[in-house]
């Protein structure tokens, strides 16, 4: 009964106008009860003389009464305010909820301890669990030891700075790529609570980003790798090959006669023969090489752990894939000068004095196959 009360009393307070009319209703009461008490107990007159007309008594009560339903005037404000500012709230967290659950993005609460606190519905539907399996449970419940560790050390580092952090994560599950960002959850004391985490899907963005770095390092026309390619990729391997003490050799190569090509079939026959010799030199060296085209007719191969046995087999190899085309029937003879240079494991030199090298070869053997035609001695390795 008292606790039904109880309710009602609560449920009535929270209406600023009962909250008037309970205070004068109630401030009438006192009176009315205050007159009856001196009627029948003090007997000082009668019962109406005490309510109305006992002036000293009267002026007492009215202004307990107004007293009273002041009090309740300024409690019905106090809860008028409080009503809007909970109307705000609640409107302001719906607009947020809606928000969190209409975005493609996933969004969830963790604490210290990377226990889940809240799971917006795209990341539920990421991990195709429901919401009550995963909230109290940590994030090393769900995904990889790795994983895990990464997504301990980005907590940790927020929790110790309170700065918010970004970065970028490929998830396991799905290998797709998200940009996560991590920002501190403050209570009034401006101690950190929780951490915040939007992970924003950017599979595509990565995408596009890896194929514009491999169109600034490979060649459109023949798909190998450019300049800038190939002289990024051969530094790379000069390092490892120094740090593994193992020999390293470079190939210039160069396509004989490519104006001629040009003037007889056009620059789409020239572009067919620049492509034929691409296909030839991918034949002939192993994937492990770097092969490029460097210039206009210039190409290069950088032969990773190499020796000088395999030197000759596979410049072998390159003249025996050459001949072969040329057995095709086509109205011109494919042509390739080249020079190959070799760098000892003790006395590695750099990727431009191998290429200076291998060129001075090369230009050597081109100008024998102009004086004595294609069949010229290949006498060109050092």
């Known amino acids: 009964m008292f606790a039904l009360l109880a309710d009602a009393w609560g449920a009535m307070l929270k209406d600023e106008h009962k909250v008037i009319l309970v205070s004068i209703i109630f401030s009438l009461s006192i009176w009315v009860l205050d007159a009856v008490i001196d009627t029948v107990i003090f007997s000082e007159g009668p019962f109406l003389n005490e309510l109305l007309f006992d002036v000293r008594k009267v002026c007492f009560r009215t202004v307990f009464a107004i007293s009273f339903i002041l009090f309740g005037a300024g409690m019905a404000r106090i809860l008028k305010r409080r009503k809007h500012v909970d109307e705000a ?7 947020y909820r809606s928000l969190v659950e209409s975005t493609e993005d996933s969004i969830y609460l963790v604490d210290r301890n990377y226990r889940y606190l809240f799971v917006n519905k795209k990341h539920l539907s990421r991990l195709g669990l429901p919401e009550d399996r995963l909230l109290g449970h940590t994030y090393s419940e769900y995904h990889s030891t790795e994983e895990a560790s990464e ?3 980005h907590v940790d580092s927020v929790f110790a700075t309170g700065e918010s952090l970004q970065h970028e994560h490929k998830s396991q599950r799905d290998n797709r790529y998200f940009l996560r960002t991590m920002s501190p959850v403050k209570d009034q004391d401006g101690k950190i609570t929780a951490i915040t985490v939007v992970s924003k899907q950017i599979t595509e963005r990565k995408r596009m980003e890896e194929e514009l770095r491999a169109l600034s390092l490979t060649d459109a026309l023949t798909g190998l790798y450019n300049r800038r390619g190939f002289l990024a990729l051969a530094d790379q391997q000069l390092k490892i090959a120094g740090r593994l003490k193992r020999g390293i050799s470079l190939l210039s190569a160069d396509m004989d006669n490519l104006k001629v090509v040009n003037d007889t079939l056009g620059h789409k026959g020239g572009d067919a023969a620049l492509i034929e010799v691409a296909g030839i030199l991918k034949e002939s060296f192993r994937e492990s090489d770097i092969i490029a085209r460097i210039g206009g007719d210039e190409f290069v191969v950088l032969l990773i752990e190499n020796t000088s ?19 095709a029937s086509r109205s011109f003879r494919l042509s390739i000068s080249f020079g ?28 024998l196959n102009q004086k004595h035609g294609a069949d010229a001695p290949a006498d060109n390795l050092t």
């Open 89 to 95: 709230l609640q409107e302001s967290e719906g607009k």
């Open 151 to 153: 997504f301990a050390e």
């Open 309 to 327: 046995g395999d030197s000759e087999m596979l410049t072998a190899r390159l003249l025996k894939n050459l001949e072969a085309r040329n057995a």
């Open 340 to 367: 190959l240079a070799s760098s000892a494991p003790e006395s590695l030199c750099s990727v431009d004095e191998l290429l200076a090298r291998a060129d001075k070869l090369m230009y050597e053997q081109k100008r």
